[in-house]
């Protein structure tokens, strides 16, 4: 156990074994309850560009074959990390590192390796994490909700859109002057320039 606790603080593994202390004691606060689950994870968005593809992109389809955005981002580092971490103890704790020159080679190898192995560990869970965040534009649309304001037309009207907690309080416009305060509306579509859906009375569709 000492050797092992030696090794993991000394070169070549002490880089990977600072990346495994970082992902551990990120899961410990999402079991306590003082961080968040989706705290770190980002939305990394690697469509390729309509204008064309460019140099950028092409690295992003690169990202995209290691599942990164497939997978949380915690959960792909927490599984390159110990690889890294888990090759580094087994093959280099050995190794006589005099400069960052000797490291290099291990550091490369050790590298290569743990992402075709994270590749290999995540490809399973991909789509098991795809999810479309509550209350967005488009989620909300061809749903009904009910007027508050006394009237709506082309420059003011409210609504409430019931959700599992408390309503959603909306901005809404419509042609149709007969749409008074209870009555029931379908979104129909939205004007980001004024951040207000468009309804239709929902007794007055076919």
């Given at each position: 156990m000492i050797e092992l606790l030696h090794a993991s603080l000394n070169w070549p593994t002490l880089p990977a074994t600072v990346l495994v202390a970082i992902c551990v004691l990120y899961w410990l606060s999402v079991i306590v309850g003082v961080l968040d689950f989706d705290l770190l994870d980002f939305d990394l968005d690697f469509d390729i560009s309509a204008d064309g593809p460019s140099i950028l992109d092409f690295g992003f389809i690169g990202l995209r074959f290691l599942n990164l955005g497939e997978v949380p981002i915690m959960v792909w580092l927490s599984i390159f990390s110990l690889s890294m971490w888990l090759l580094s103890i087994n093959f280099d704790s050995k190794a006589e590192i005099?400069?960052?020159m000797d490291y290099l080679p291990l550091f490369l190898r050790n590298l290569g390796i743990s992402l075709?192995?994270?590749?290999l560990v995540t490809q399973p869970f991909k789509g098991y994490f795809q999810f479309t965040p509550p209350n967005q534009i488009e989620t909300l649309l061809g749903k009904s909700c009910r007027v508050?304001?006394?009237t709506v037309n082309e420059k003011f009207g409210q609504a409430e859109l019931e959700t599992e907690g408390a309503p959603l309080k909306l901005h809404i416009r419509?042609?149709?002057e007969t749409i008074q305060k209870g009555d029931l509306v379908r979104l129909a579509d939205y004007n980001q320039e004024t951040q207000a859906f468009y309804v239709v009375k929902i007794n007055q569709e076919s």
């Open positions: 005099q400069s960052f075709v192995v994270t590749k508050t304001s006394s419509s042609e149709d």
